[in-house]
Nanobody
């Protein structure tokens, strides 16, 4: 069974850090572009960070550049998102995505709330 299982969400104060993890099962991520998306209440889902398959290249939304870091471990079949200097506007449900051509898999989504 193909799954992307996310962990590491929760509540954090402004300025704090969280590390999100996404573990794949039923397929190997090494051939897939891996991406983190988020969706805040009343807003469309947006790309947060993406990492390519080879010689991993990364891209970030302007709003998180310099604060978030995406990484992948193909041996462990995982992709992580380190989130630092969190702001209230980072509050959203975060989703892990694996994409290869027309094939896509999504994680279940996990809430991240940044609030004092």
């Amino acid at each position: 069974q193909v799954q992307l299982v996310e962990s590491g969400g929760g509540l954090v104060q402004p300025g704090g850090s969280l590390r999100r993890s996404c573990a794949a099962s039923g397929f190997t991520i090494s051939s897939y572009t891996m991406t983190w998306y988020r969706q805040a209440p009343g807003k469309e889902r947006e790309l947060v960070a993406t990492i390519s398959r080879f010689s991993p290249r990364t891209n970030y939304a302007d709003s998180v550049t310099g604060r978030f870091t995406i990484s992948r471990d193909n041996d462990k079949n995982t992709v992580d998102l380190q989130m630092n200097s969190l702001k209230p506007e980072d509050t959203a449900v975060y989703y892990c995505n694996a994409a290869l051509g027309f094939r896509q898999f999504w994680g279940q989504g996990t809430q991240v709330t940044v609030s004092s």
